[in-house]
């Protein structure tokens, strides 16, 4: 039987069963984690990355344990209420600078979007504060950004040369320890291989890690690269009526020649390719802090000058109405949690401060930015470990690409702009260029080690998921097509529901076959679950009547594509769409497919991949390899 719990899931189940119990039990957990620590810490301390990194990337630092106490306050909640900016202003005016990167609107500061302060226990969070400092003063912690099941996300200040970077604190838990090894793991293999190839350049990469001692256990710390906005984003941008053509081209290619290099370079698998899941470069990180900067000073005099009053629209809903919030839990509740503020994107307007600002420029820059904004889901289909979840940004210095000039995607509003007060609805300059980057490979796994089945967000999840069949690197292609829909029309491809008589996995299998066609008989024979779906006929048990749509016939019927477009998009895409894991498109060909040609930027990109031939010559193409020296001959 495949395993069907994820990382994500066992780590949660067993860290909610420890981190609940009574304070004995959370004693003698503290010593037991301290114990269990020590090998992880040793691992951190001892691992190096390989030195081979682009010339735009800081050297990674030798990880260590912290040999200082740790530098957290002392963490009481029971002492403050999470207060509104203003009531913020009144009590700390001493802590003016402190507070002009902190502040944000009081509409952003909702505690229930937030971690829950029962996971701040040993074994749990760490208790970040503005001002914290790690690695012996290396970094300096200057705004959270955001949080998962998995980690809180901080803008962190290099110390050592004056840029920003974004630190992810993971949970200190046995299982959020040995989870965030193994990404470490992953990162340097992506970031130490092949630095030569196209698409080294379009995934994250790693910057330093080390440990850091805290009041409930010792924590892995990630440090990365400058981070942005995701493309769903720019779908929202869109109101999901899809991106110009243009800019999906762009996005194509990268990917493509990024999941190559993953793929055939790296030997790794993403296994959770979507919108939330890559990043866009959008220009210069240390220029939009100190626009965050003037604009939250601003904002500060403002309110100092009307006499705001302390309520916001925040809490006085809130007060009014004591309802549940999200998981379950009260809106307002007493707590020191810092509210999550992501830094603006130049793609949409920053309380008019980037209007009239393109989100996209085609001048050059030597330090490229990301701003990363992942959405909240109820769905745990759609909850895979967002270990990146909300947002990250850092920085790093870039150099022209072998075959692409690296391009500064925004251009910075002057002083001007910033008192603007009328708000134009300007997105994207379709002559510009745009760059992305995968991130996240919390639910990376390797070609030869696939660390669960339970893979693949519901809606870019692929037949041998839910079929229970054998998967590999193909299984990323499926949820790249899935994802380049999505692009060109803002929806998604497959959009499966639960019915009366059927649930969601019945709905998707019937989504699929209503668009590409029936199963090959011998896929069915040799899957898992085949019989939870398929009568002895191979006929869908609880869902009768389909109703076949090709993808050619929903782009230009539903969508409104012209003819041509919607036959040469549906060439691209089906080799992808591909049934059988085996005969599946790979991404090195499919980057040479005549669709993306004329991708604007990227003309010069090709490989020696043949067009929708299958990667079946890639190790662990379609299914999980044994070999134990496989990574002695790449």
Known sequence: MPNTKSKLSIAIQ??????????????????????????????????KPSPQLLPNLIQHSVPYVSTTPSSSKPFKPELSPLKTDFEEDEEKEAQDKQEDISSESDSDLNP????????YVPGGYHPCYIGEEYKNGKYTLVRKLGWGHFSTVWLAKNNDNHCHVAIKVVRSAKHYTETAIDEIKLLDMVTTSDIHHPGHQHVIQLLDTFT????????VVMVFEVLGENLLGLIRKY????????????????????????????GVIHTDLKPENILIEIGDVETIVKLVEQENKAK?????????????????????????????RRSRRTTLITGSQPLPSPLRTFNKSFTNVHGLANTVSNTPMIINTTTETNNKDEDINNSFSSMSITNSHSNSNSYQTKIDPVKIPNQDILNESSKVDVIINEDELISVKIADLGNACWCNHHFTDEIQTRQYRSPEILLGYHWGCSSDLWSFSCLIFELLTGDYLFDPRDGKTYNKDDDHIAQIIELIGQFPRSMLKESYHTRDFFNSRNELRRIMKLKPWGLKDVLHEKYKFSISDSIEIADFLLPMLNLQPEERADAGGMLNHPWLRDALGLEN??????????????????RELNSKNYFGTM
């Open 14 to 47: 067993q860290a909610e069963h420890n981190n609940h119990q009574n304070n004995n039990d959370i004693d003698r957990k503290l010593s037991t984690d301290s114990t269990n620590s020590n090998s992880s810490s040793n691992f951190i301390d001892n691992f």
């Open 605 to 622: 990109v090709v490989l020696e991949r043949p067009v929708g031939g299958s990667g079946e010559d890639i190790p662990g193409w379609s």
């Open 300 to 328: 500060q005099l403002k309110k100092k000058k009307i006499k705001a009053t302390p309520s916001s629209s925040y809490s006085t809903q809130n007060s009014a109405n004591p309802s549940l919030g999200r998981s379950g």
């Open 112 to 119: 229930a979007d937030e971690e829950d302060l029962k996971d």
């Open 212 to 219: 850091h001692k805290g009041p409930n256990g010792v924590h």
């Open 239 to 266: 109101k999901h009526r899809g991106i110009p053509i243009v800019f999906v081209k762009q996005i194509a290619k990268q990917l493509l020649s990024a999941l190559d290099f993953l793929h055939r370079k790296c």
